[in-house]
């Protein structure tokens, strides 16, 4: 996407005909921009005396126009002036986005030359996100819309352009990576298989020349990966453990982020039901957010090490499954018994963060899984569950949600959650008793961090599909969660905020 931010005086709107859009916030008319042409503005005023156009949030209306520099003028709904955030912005332009896409309009022009307060980063990620359509499995494409490729903004003369123009360059960067997530996500399980997640890790290193090493289920053998083989075992395709390394300097902190990649969930032996099972196939989101945020970073390149780890495995139900009752040894040599196999997300991870902790070193460790219904019992929709052994970290991953709209909220972790995964005849239990088992899935994972010094869970259940108010995020697609917070506070730890 080409993107330039401007003064009003200079912008060139595109020969092949650009869109004007304008804010507006509730109650707050006339019109106020520099570009508009007065005749128009007269047309939208009157749509606004028969209380048409009010600037009411996610409001839009189109008009098409002749003889003018522009082709249309878009009014963007602002809501109240009071009440605007970046999220509410978001919002708004996640509205505004399908109207482009239903114009087909592939230039826009944002004047906001009398709206020096408005987040223009936050819009464009609206209208980014809210553009995104998983269209791929359609036969009857009939020409699929064009997308937005020209995003210029209009400011008054004299503000400072650089701030906003590279604020804008890296809301595109990030949101273009959560809609890669996004595509992954939903991309149908028989398609995204393990063996294809290691594919596209391996893409994000040879296009970026960063370092990309795929396990195989033979070396995780070797290292006593047992727990995530064990999970893996019943699928006729292979686990694997992907590994893409972001490194700078060994005199940098270390980040270690780890993402949940079961690519179907069938829960095994211990079956689901029918009904929602083919909601399973966004048991990965946790491993396409790292895998689309370390493509941003690795694009980025700031100064820390990342290191983005997705133990990936499909859990199927066969005369190779785990069993109930089965005791594995993972790679930290604790041991646990299978009480439920349908509480394999815990299983995978602990394998893969006990060898992260125990390879890697970490000074930071984050995971990301759409680990249990629990947490979508406990929060919705509208928060991951946020679950951490250090209270600096819990605080900027509450901010850097709060700051693009993918909201964490903070959970408890105490001794007595620990004691829930007691077993007769291992080390762990793999489940709990059936309340608060989003808390005791976390303190399961706990017991697998080694000597990590800062840890966070995200539970993300809840979050990476089915939420219905977000309009830039479609609620039956896959959100793309975590690839924006992840993005900002990795950012925000390397001082590149
Ligand atoms: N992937 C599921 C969690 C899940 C369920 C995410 C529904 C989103 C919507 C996970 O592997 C799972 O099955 N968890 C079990 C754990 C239980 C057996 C302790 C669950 O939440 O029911
Ligand atoms: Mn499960
Ligand atoms: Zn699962």
Known sequence: MNISVTHAASVKFSESGACLMVPLYQGELPLNATLLDPAHELVLQAQADRGVLTGKAGQCAYLPVTEAPYSGVLILGAGERAKLTPEGLRRAAGAAAKALTENRITSLVLDVSHFPELPVDALLEGIILGQYDFDAYRSKRDGAPPRLAEFTVALAEGAEVNAPQKACELAAL????????????????????????????????????????????RQMETLGMNALLAVGRGSAQDSKLIVLRHHVSNDLKTIAIVGKGVTFDTGGISIKPAADMHEMKYDMCGAAAVLCAMMTIVELRPAINVICVVPSVENMPSGMAARPGDILRAYNGKTIEVRNTDAEGRLILADAMAYTADKYKPDVMVDLATLTGACVVALGHNAAGLFSNNETLSQELAAAGEATGERVWSMPLWDEHGEMLKSPHADLSNVGPRWGGAISAASFLSNFIGDTPAWAHLDIAGTAWGASHQPHLSADHASGFGVRLLVKWILDQAGQG
């Open 174 to 217: 990030a949101c273009f990576s959560a809609n890669g997530a996004r595509h992954l996500a939903n991309t149908p399980p028989n398609e995204m298989t393990p063996a294809a997640l290691a594919e596209f890790a391996e893409g994000i290193a040879r296009d970026s020349g960063c370092e990309c090493t795929v396990l195989e289920e």
